[in-house]
């Protein structure tokens, strides 16, 4: 909460005092925002035909949209009109409900993180690190770019990997299905979220994965139905080109290969098309893989960061923020040991501004991403096996001495059915 707050308050003053540091006078908003704004408030008028039609420029999931609903109908409750910002319009007064909805929004993802932490018995020191380093990795997310739908959907899957840890099929399959509705680029770790479900039910396991995979279907097939049935061509276009702009963004050496659309812009499906490809290959692997010493949580939370790094190695143009949900998801699989975490929250932040810098080539950025990304990654890989929490069963009582120094005990709460880490000295 700590974090979250400091998120909010630091990014309002950010967008509206900032620009006067460098002599500016209008305020630093995040641009891509305002488009998914538009079509929030489509919904809100019960328009979903206009969600694909400009100028939204949604290319996400229906449910990006409707996270911001309730911010539009403020809006519409106070009569703040919700204009672009342009050069008239240098102080658009609808930022000041949009700016802390969507921030506070965002910060779902730090909640998400802390509960994987807190399950995995991570010291309360080290979570608050962990909550710290998150809220200035999902800046670029969120203030800098105006995409909570990124930072609600990851936060999601984290919810559903929780709930998979704890052996809820069903309610993970939901908060899976919840985050591709919001933003599909979770769809690259269902591949391997696929082969942990499978590997929880030796005996059963077709029907716990056709179980989970139905769950994790129904909210985006629903949603996107429900703006096809209103508008099949719009919708269909948008979903399937996912269009982007080398002048404007990153180009990245595949970028001359992808179809090229009009106005200057490149069709990102075919590229995102083959990451899943990988992302399966991920998960082929993973299910082989006999793991590498950690729990099982660890390991899934570490191949889900894997695949969610391989979009950035086949996008045709790329933009600061798609770096960020792999360096989400490996920052918090590295927070149960500080000999990961230290090394790891340092690239993050690295990676995170770096991913700022303007540069123009094919290669250069793009590698530089791509690089950061797999050093992250490796960093928070460790082979050999670290002390992790070990499970009692109900009742066993816990006895002094019984542990060594430094390990971790998982005690079932009698009356709340939550579990509490126990740390045991010598």
């Not at 996008?315 to 990961?340: C, D, I, K, Q």
């Not at 250069?364 to 797999?374: E, Y």
Request: aromatic share 8%; net charge positive.
């Amino acid at each position: 909460m700590i974090a979250a707050a400091g998120l909010v308050i630091a990014g309002m003053l950010l967008t509206l005092l900032g620009p006067i540091t460098f002599g500016k006078t209008a305020w630093a908003l995040p641009d891509d925002l305002w488009g998914t704004l538009t079509a929030a408030q489509r919904l809100l008028h019960l328009n979903p035909g206009g969600l694909y039609t400009q100028p939204t420029g949604l290319i996400a999931f229906p449910g990006a949209a409707l996270i911001l609903v309730p911010a539009v109908a403020l809006m519409d409750v106070t009569g703040l009109p919700l204009a672009v910002q342009a050069v008239h319009n240098p102080h658009p007064v609808s930022w000041l409900i949009a700016g802390p909805y969507e921030i506070a929004l965002s910060a779902v993802v730090l909640f998400a993180t802390d509960a994987i932490a807190e399950r995995q018995c991570v010291p309360r020191q080290r979570r608050f690190l962990l909550a710290v380093a998150g809220a200035v990795a999902v800046w670029s997310v969120s203030i800098r770019w105006g995409h909570p739908e990124d930072a609600v959907a990851v936060g999601l899957l984290l919810y559903g990997i929780e709930a998979l840890a704890d052996d809820r099929l069903g309610r993970a399959g939901w908060l899976a299905g919840a985050a591709i509705a919001v933003q599909p680029l979770v769809l690259l770790a269902l591949p391997v979220i696929a082969v942990a479900v499978w590997r929880q039910g030796p005996d059963g396991g077709v029907r716990r994965l056709t179980g989970f995979t139905v769950r994790a279907a129904i909210p985006a097939v629903v949603t996107v139905g429900a703006a096809a049935a209103a508008n099949w061509h719009a919708t269909v276009t948008a979903l399937t080109s996912q269009p982007n702009f080398p002048a404007i963004d990153h180009p990245t050496p595949w970028t001359s290969l992808a179809p090229h659309l009009a106005g200057g812009g490149v069709a990102a499906g075919p590229g995102r098309i083959l990451a899943i490809v990988f992302a399966c290959g991920c998960a082929a692997v993973f299910a082989f893989s006999r793991g590498s010493g950690e729990d099982p949580l660890t390991d899934l939370l570490w191949w889900v960061a894997v695949a969610l790094a391989i979009r950035c190695v086949f996008e045709s143009v790329m933009v600061a923020y798609y770096v960020w949900p792999a360096l989400a998801v490996a920052l918090v699989a590295a927070s149960v040991s500080w000999s990961r975490f230290l090394p790891v929250s340092i690239a993050v932040v690295a990676v995170t501004l770096a991913a700022q810098l303007d540069w123009r080539g094919a290669w250069g950025w793009w590698a530089l991403m791509v690089a950061g990304l797999a050093v992250t990654l490796y960093l928070a890989r460790r082979s050999k096996p670290v002390l992790v929490p070990r499970p009692l069963a109900s009742g066993t009582p816990l006895r002094a001495g019984a542990l060594r120094a430094g390990d971790h005990q998982v005690l079932p709460e009698a009356e709340a059915g939550h579990r509490r880490c126990v740390h045991a000295d010598r």
